[in-house]
């Protein structure tokens, strides 16, 4: 049996988002979405949220090119000038991992954006993060607190097979090596923990290697070959135009993603192809 889970990265971020997710919800093949935290439209996600109570949401953790959730002066250790995340993910991952001085205003932020999210009643069940930045070995090691502390049951490795992926999109082949290598040894490290600590996560992940870049023609080519289980695809679906998602990530085909989420073609082929649309509760989704 093929079980898919589809996410929506990003929820909360800005208004274009959210009224992506909840299109994407509401007449596509979207399961659950994280939310950002210290995003701009926090808010207004949440409101999105209760009004459709049967999308799964988590926390998309966000360390990096974002706002925290603390007073810039409880983690100056974590934040910039500007009192915001850096945008440099290798700066941060150093930083992260080499300074000790930093740990407890780490665990104090992590807290403090799964805190955020559960004092609005939703019920919270998974963690992914911004840039994948819950794999780093500090950050994930700080999770492995604080997950079972706060009841989170599930949790993304990502992890994606190469090969498959290079045979639909040869775009990027060395960048997408190195994703590979560092991030395959990155979830080789964390599944063993998830399994002790009885948290879900699905065997394979597909996002990373075409980030940005799930449109509908090449979500139709993955379909074909899910493996038996558990899969996650996740996207970042927007509507434009929105100065936000533009500014940050302006080479990503936000509109393009949505398309695909709520594609009659994608739904005709996971129909034929036999595979459940769920969310990490083992929820189907059955109106697709």
């Known amino acids: 049996m093929r079980r898919l889970v589809v996410n929506a990265d990003d929820f909360g971020l800005s208004s274009g988002v959210n009224r992506a997710v909840e299109t994407a919800w509401r007449e596509g093949i979207l399961t659950q979405a994280s939310l950002m935290a210290g995003g701009g439209a926090f808010d207004e996600a949440v409101e999105i949220a209760r009004r459709n109570p049967d999308l799964q949401v988590g926390l998309h ?8 959730v603390l ?11 500007d009192g915001c995340f850096p945008d440099n993910p290798v700066a941060v991952g150093m930083r992260l991992f080499f300074d000790c001085s930093i740990r ?3 665990r ?22 911004h840039l994948n930045i819950q794999m780093h070995p500090t950050v994930f ?22 090969l498959r992926n290079l045979a639909h999109d040869r775009s990027r082949v060395a960048g997408k090596a190195v994703e590979r290598l560092v991030f395959g040894a990155l979830s080789s490290n964390a599944q063993p923990n998830l399994q002790r600590l009885n948290i879900v996560c699905a065997a394979e992940v597909k996002g990373l290697l075409n980030s940005g870049r799930m449109t509908e023609s090449y979500l139709l080519a993955i379909l074909e070959q899910l493996n038996p289980g ?31 989420l709520v594609s009659p073609r994608v739904r005709q082929r996971l129909r034929e192809l036999d595979i459940t649309l769920c969310n990490y509760r083992s929820e189907e989704k059955r109106d697709a």
């Open 141 to 162: 090691a700080l999770l492995q607190e604080l997950m079972p502390l706060h009841g989170i049951t599930s949790f993304r490795i990502t992890r994606e097979r190469l």
């Open 71 to 81: 007073p810039p002066e409880q983690i100056p250790g974590l934040l910039g000038a």
């Open 230 to 260: 558990l899969t996650e695809i996740y996207f970042h679906p927007g509507c434009l135009p929105d100065e936000e998602i533009s500014r940050r990530m302006p080479e990503y085909r936000h509109e393009d993603e949505l398309r695909a």
């Open 61 to 68: 953790l966000t360390l990096v090119q974002g706002r925290p």
């Open 108 to 129: 104090a932020e992590i807290e403090a954006q799964i805190l955020k999210i559960k004092e609005t009643g939703l019920p919270l069940s998974h963690i992914d993060g």
């Open 104 to 106: 407890k205003q780490l």
